[in-house]
C-alpha cells in the first residue's frame, strides 16, 4: 500500500508500506478520504511546531474514514463494507488521567500521526489502516468526507463544552479557518445568539457567513473593526481563539464583558497575553486540547442533518498530488478543508 511520509519540513513523500491483517478487536480499513490538518501543515511547512519536532520519518494524517474491508476475531457491531470515520483518539485507558476521565489527557496517549512522543506515533494517511474496534464511528449515511470531517468538529464540541453554557450567549470566533468555522457551527447548535466572525482572509469569511455567522470582520481591510465592541467593558460572553495569533488574542480580550471566558485552540507557538486586562475583566482563559467521547457525537449530528460540514470541504485531490494538496490546504485565499482521495 502507499502512505504519505514526512521526512523534514517540504520533503513529503508517497512511499511503500506494509499490510497488516487486523488483530483481536481490530478491524482493516480501507482508505477513502483523509483531511489536512493545521498539525499537518506545521509538519510539511516547518517540521513541527513549538517544541515539538520531527525527529524521523513519520506518516501524517488524523481525520480520516474509510470501508470495513475485514475484522478481527470478537468485534461485533461493525460489517465488512460499512462506511467508518476512525478517532485517532487512542488513551491507554489506565494512567491517572483515563481513571479519572480526562481521555484527552491520556499520558500515554497514541494519537496519529503525533511526533511528541519519540518514536513518534505514526499517522492514518495510508491506503489501508488497521484501527481498534472501538475507534471506528459507523458513519452510514454520511459521504467519506464527511465523516472525514468528525475529528475537527469532536475538537470544536469539546471546545464549546469547555466554554459552558451557550444558551443566548455573544461568542466572538477569530480565525476561520476549517477550526474556527466549525465553532461557529457547534456554538450555534448549543444555543449562541450572537456570533461574530474574524480573520484576514475574505474567502474564509465568505465561509464563515455560509456557516451562521452574524457578522464577519476582515482585519486586513478594517484593523479597528471590533472597535465597536469595545465600549461599556466589552460585548462577548465568549472567545473562541482560532488563530493562534497574538493581536487577534489582544483585540479579542478587548471586547470580551467582565466575567467571560476565553477558549484557547489555536496552536501558533506561545504568545504574549494582556494580563491586566484579564485581571481587571475577571475573565477565564481556558485551554481546549483535543477531544474524546464528542468525535462519536459529532457523526451523529452530521447523521441526524444538525451539524452540514459539506461546505467546507473546498478541495479534494487524488493520493498522487499529495504535495499539491498540502500547498493548497494552507492557502486561506481558496481552502478551508482540503481532503485527500486515497481510492
Not at 501524517?60 to 470495513?68: D, K, N, T, Y
Not at 456554538?187 to 451562521?212: C, H, P
Request: glycine share 12%; net charge negative.
Amino acid at each position: 500500500m502507499k502512505a504519505i511520509v514526512i521526512h523534514a519540513a517540504e520533503d513529503l513523500r508517497i512511499e511503500e508500506q506494509s499490510v497488516a491483517p487486523p488483530g483481536p478487536g481490530e478491524v482493516q480499513i480501507e482508505l477513502a478520504r483523509g483531511g489536512i490538518c493545521g498539525s499537518d501543515l506545521h509538519y510539511y511547512n516547518h517540521g513541527g511546531f513549538g517544541p515539538v519536532r520531527l525527529k524521523e520519518p513519520m506518516i501524517l494524517g488524523h481525520e480520516v474514514a474509510g470501508h470495513i474491508t475485514a475484522l478481527g476475531e470478537g468485534v461485533s457491531g461493525l460489517s465488512i463494507g460499512q462506511l467508518v470515520a476512525v478517532s485517532p483518539s487512542r488513551p491507554c485507558g489506565n494512567c491517572r488521567f483515563c481513571n479519572e476521565g480526562q481521555f484527552n489527557q491520556c499520558l500515554n496517549m497514541r494519537f496519529y500521526g503525533s511526533a511528541m512522543p519519540f518514536p513518534h506515533i505514526q499517522g492514518a494517511f495510508r491506503e489501508v489502516l488497521v484501527a481498534d474496534a472501538s475507534q471506528c464511528a459507523p458513519a452510514d449515511g454520511l459521504s467519506p468526507g464527511e465523516a472525514a470531517m468528525a475529528e475537527p468538529l469532536a475538537v470544536c464540541l469539546h471546545a464549546v463544552r469547555n466554554a459552558g453554557s451557550m444558551l443566548g450567549k455573544s461568542v466572538l470566533v477569530t480565525g476561520c479557518g476549517p477550526i474556527g468555522i466549525l465553532c461557529i457551527l457547534a456554538a450555534r447548535r448549543a444555543g449562541a445568539d450572537l456570533i461574530v466572525a474574524t480573520d484576514l482572509s475574505a474567502f474564509t469569511l465568505s465561509k464563515a457567513e455560509t456557516a451562521g455567522a452574524d457578522r464577519v470582520i476582515n482585519m486586513a481591510e478594517t484593523p479597528e473593526g471590533l472597535e465597536a465592541y469595545f465600549a461599556d467593558k466589552g460585548t462577548f460572553d465568549v472567545l473562541f481563539e482560532c488563530s493562534g495569533a497574538a493581536p487577534a488574542l489582544a483585540s479579542g480580550i478587548s471586547a470580551m464583558r467582565p466575567g467571560g471566558t476565553i477558549v484557547q485552540l489555536g496552536l501558533g507557538g506561545d504568545m504574549p497575553v494582556p494580563m491586566m486586562a484579564l485581571t481587571a475583566k475577571e475573565l477565564s482563559l481556558k485551554g481546549s486540547f483535543r477531544f474524546h467521547e464528542e468525535f462519536f457525537t459529532g457523526v451523529s449530528l452530521m447523521q441526524k442533518g444538525l451539524i452540514d460540514v459539506k461546505p467546507f470541504i473546498t478541495q479534494t485531490f487524488p493520493l498522487s498530488d499529495a504535495v499539491a494538496a498540502f500547498k493548497t490546504a494552507g492557502d486561506r485565499s481558496q481552502a478551508v478543508k482540503a481532503q485527500i482521495a486515497f481510492n
